[in-house]
């Protein structure tokens, strides 16, 4: 079983091989005016979804490298943080005031 690992900054997410030690992809995200602030692996370890500073949370298939969904939420502050359910089928975030 393969073992990943995600590490996010402002304007970056990076995708590493733990094993092989290699970068899988990076993806710069400065378009998007916000900065990551939160990340979380769906329970299947294909999706990723980041939080944003504006509460935008995007949904990327790791297989591509691309946002699969974007979801605006009602609120325009920092989504803190995300997690999925067990199974994930749904999932919850939290937003700073």
Not at 14 to 35: A, G, H, T
């Amino acid at each position: 079983m393969k073992s990943y690992c995600a590490i996010a900054s402002v304007d970056q997410w990076v995708f590493l091989d733990i094993e092989s030690q290699k970068v899988l992809c990076e993806i710069d995200l400065p378009q998007q005016n916000q900065s990551i602030e939160s990340i979380e692996f769906h329970p299947d370890g294909l999706l990723l979804a980041t939080g944003h500073s504006k509460g935008c949370l995007n949904i990327w298939d790791i297989r591509i490298q691309k946002v699969i969904k974007t979801i605006q939420t009602n609120f325009d502050d920092c989504l803190e943080s995300i997690t999925f359910s067990n199974k994930g089928y749904q999932f919850a975030t939290q937003h700073s005031n």
